[in-house]
């Protein structure tokens, strides 16, 4: 069986390789260094397969933990929000009145959004300026903007 070893870890180390080709979050690339690794291990006369198998997980976790979380940081860079992730701490002018269940609408700029209270049982007048706060599906929630005295 030790002579053909080195048929079944190129396998693996290709089979590995295809299945990292398909993802696209690095996990399959360690064993498939592993896989390589056991490979060239295995050319060596007189190596017990169980010594391969061994090479292999020893330099596939030990590649998948030390290395995994470095290329992660680097590739996958800065995340960038959507436009109505955008909104969150923007503030707009309430159309509509807000009731209790009761849903309104907020004009952003020349766009209307439906929008909720923060609080089920919030009430919220029409002309009033809201800050958005969060966004639950395709909803603002907002809250009313308090006036300070410079006349904000």
Known sequence: MEQYMWII????FVIFLIIEAIGTDLVTIWFALGALIATIVS???NVPW???V???LVISVATLFALRPLTRKYMRGKIVQSNADSLVGRRGMLLEDIGPFQRGTVQIGD???TALGIEDDSKIEA????EIVAISGNKLIVR???KT???E
């Open 43 to 45: 050319f060596i006369p």
């Open 9 to 12: 870890w190129l396998s693996a």
């Open 50 to 52: 169980w010594v391969e």
């Open 149 to 151: 005295a410079e006349g």
């Open 54 to 56: 061994i090479v292999f």
């Open 144 to 146: 009313p903007v308090e």
């Open 127 to 130: 002309g009033q300026v809201v």
């Open 111 to 113: 766009v209307k959004w």
